[in-house]
């Protein structure tokens, strides 16, 4: 994967994360349930997984801060 569709894919991950955050969800419930979602089904590469949830929390952390 090239390096401008990662960066793509991390800002609409944080967007994401943003608007739930501004309707009113914890993003600590939602981080989990999505970790809770690659964890559970096997259509997701197991390889990627942790590294996609740790992509996830590094997310919510950065909008935490701001």
Known sequence: MNEERVTALLLALKAV?????NQG???DDVSEAAA??????????VLHVPM??????????ALVVQ
């Open 36 to 45: 809770d979602e690659l964890l559970q089904y096997r259509e997701y590469d």
């Open 52 to 61: 996609a949830i740790n992509e996830i929390e590094v997310a919510v952390d």
């Open 25 to 27: 969800l914890s993003l």
């Open 17 to 21: 994360l943003s608007v739930a955050r």
